[in-house]
């Protein structure tokens, strides 16, 4: 894959439809054809977290990231390739799925006004593989595709190199050093509500050790985090289902979602591809929101969970930059 490839797209789609069982109505409609689009490509991690990739024995990469390369500027070109040594089995993945496709490109176009942000994403329905340890072959039987993006306000240390990777730990859902049911049980200072160790980021942890790979319960206190959250030291989080819901949060101590009330979300398949449409509000009003501003870059990552799957079992992007009529891979352009 190259870097980027701009190109105008044909289909157009009015973003005023978000107002349909939204709490944010997004007003204007954008006319998408001359809107240009960024291509990337979404590929299958496996079980490649944060700690893996800052580990040399397992990332032969990690020196160049330490030193502050963007995992972008390296692996852009790699992506496809990087999908099929993990979707099989040959890296960093102990659970391959047989059919599951190891990467498919995303299209993106962005705009911006006043008052929101608009994306238009654009991917390849999936072959609808079979999941063989999960029952009928469907980790979330509710949701063929869901469609997430993560953004970062430049307060999380590593997420400018790395995007959504300095979330994503061993010690999660079905990673190599997951903690089991009773320790999980056991532990203080975090919710364990879900039974399963979500996404965090490292500055919510009194340690962030690469080596044993088991900060889960090294939670800061409570004053920490909300200090945190305050001073913008999360990843904001936006997620559409394909059941039809819209939701945001974010991710600190624990991935924190809720019904979306400054953010929209439609989706629908056009002929052999899905395409989604969100909006958000440049200022959001709810904890854990990134204030966007034109003339600045922020950067996104985006995941998709296609033919029912669930977890860690997504395609995801590199580290992207956004720009609002600023430098970035995907380019936001100003309405008028």
């Known amino acids: 894959m190259g870097k980027f490839a701009f ?10 439809t ?4 939204a709490a944010h109505a997004a007003p204007k409609a954008v006319g998408w054809d001359s809107v240009p689009a960024s291509e990337t ?3 299958y991690p496996g079980q490649t977290s944060m700690e893996w990739i800052l580990t040399g024995s397992d990332h032969g990469g990690g020196r160049a990231f330490k030193k502050g390369d963007r995992c972008f500027e390296c692996h852009s070109q790699e992506a496809q390739d990087m999908g099929t040594k993990m979707v099989t089995g040959a890296k960093a993945e102990k659970t391959p799925i047989a059919g599951k496709r190891p990467a498919f490109p995303l299209k993106v176009k962005a705009a911006y006004d006043a008052e929101n942000v608009y994306l238009r994403l654009e991917f390849p329905a999936g072959s609808h593989a079979d999941v063989p340890f999960a029952k009928g072959g469907k980790l979330d039987p509710d949701n063929e595709v869901k469609v997430a993006m993560m953004i970062d306000g430049g307060k999380v240390d590593m997420a400018a190199r790395s995007g959504c990777w300095t979330s994503c730990h061993s010690d999660a859902r079905d990673m190599p050093t997951a903690p089991a049911a009773a320790q999980l049980g056991a532990a203080k200072g975090i919710d364990t509500k879900a039974g399963y160790v979500t996404k965090y980021v490292p500055e919510s942890r009194t340690q962030f050790d690469t080596s044993k ?5 090294k939670v800061k206190p409570q004053a920490d985090l909300d200090a945190l959250l305050k001073g913008g030291g999360f990843l904001e989080l936006l997620r559409w289902k394909s059941s039809g819901a819209a939701e945001q949060g974010y991710v600190l101590a624990e991935r924190v979602l809720k019904p979306a009330t400054d953010f929209a979300a439609v989706g629908k398949k056009e002929g052999a591809n899905w395409v989604v449409i969100m909006s958000r ?3 959001g009003g709810q904890p854990g ?3 966007l501003e034109p003339g600045k870059s922020y950067t996104v990552g985006f995941a998709v969970h296609d033919d029912f799957a669930n977890g860690r079992f997504h395609h995801v992007s590199l580290d992207l930059k956004l720009g609002l009529d600023a430098e970035g891979e995907i ?3 100003k309405l008028p």
């Open 213 to 217: 790979r088991d900060n889960w319960d």
């Open 281 to 283: 509000k440049l200022k």
């Open 41 to 43: 490509i979404l590929f």
């Open 18 to 21: 978000l107002a349909a069982g």
């Open 289 to 291: 929101s990134v204030t």
């Open 331 to 333: 380019k936001a352009v």
């Open 7 to 16: 190109h105008a797209a044909a289909a157009a789609f009015a973003v005023s």
